[in-house]
């Protein structure tokens, strides 16, 4: 196990809503990151957070953003939230390695009705 | 064009075959280099990084080609727990570490 939990599992929202998600990142781990996996997809970067600072960002709309707190737990939050918002979030914390390795959570399932 | 691209598969290979991945990329100042492979509604695992000079785990080999901005990723001995999606992901270091990946390649192994 990488030692990274989110959640919740799954979550049903409709069109219009906001949502917030949560990630806890492996001991000592500082650097987290969120991606978007679309169904049939690949994962796609939204940002990145070390040490409580975004410091790094893909192409998402501003409604996506995020925090992290100081023992480096994270949170995802959409507002607005759209259709095409429906996806598997999944949230990444950076390994020691020098080549920028990342450990992937379980993910949250999130549907948008 | 996609920054990564990989064939979408699927693959059906036997139990015993062996079977190989390609993958392309697109910047030729993505740093680092990994295979991923992810489980049916489950998150993304690491197999491997991939190293210029080539590297092997078991039964899984990675090769890398800066010049070609080429990576691939062979299997031997094919297992029915081998049957999987397989993402091929680049690091964009510069500041802040983005992992790009392909959309995957299923492999479906049958007995």
């Known amino acids: 196990e990488t030692g990274v939990t989110q959640s919740p599992t799954h979550l049903i929202k409709t069109r219009g809503q906001q949502v917030t998600l949560r990630c806890s990142s492996q001991s000592g781990h500082n650097t987290v990151s969120w991606y978007q996996q679309a169904l049939g997809q690949g994962p796609q970067f939204i940002f990145q957070y070390y040490r409580e600072e975004e410091n790094g960002r893909g192409n998402f709309p501003p409604r996506f953003s995020g925090l992290q707190f100081p023992n480096y737990s994270s949170e995802l939050n959409v507002n607005a939230l759209e259709l095409d918002d429906s996806a598997l979030y999944l949230c990444?914390?950076?390994?020691?390695?020098?080549?920028?390795?990342?450990?992937f959570g379980p993910g949250t399932r999130l549907t948008v009705l | 064009r996609k920054e990564v691209e990989q064939d979408p598969g699927p693959f059906n290979v036997p139990e015993g075959a062996t079977v190989a991945f390609n993958c392309t990329y697109s910047n030729s100042a993505s740093q680092s280099f990994f295979w991923y492979r992810q489980d049916c509604r489950k998150e993304p695992k690491l197999l491997m990084s991939?190293?210029?000079s080539g590297n092997e785990d078991g039964r899984f080999t990675a090769q890398l080609n800066r010049a070609s901005q080429y990576i691939s990723l062979l299997i031997r001995d094919s297992k029915l727990s081998d049957s999987a999606t397989y993402l091929c992901v680049v690091n964009l270091s510069g500041g802040y570490n983005k992992l790009i990946f392909g959309a995957g390649t299923r492999l479906a192994v049958h007995p």
């Open positions: 991939v190293y210029s």
């Open positions: 990444a914390s950076r390994g020691t390695s020098g080549d920028g390795t990342q450990y």
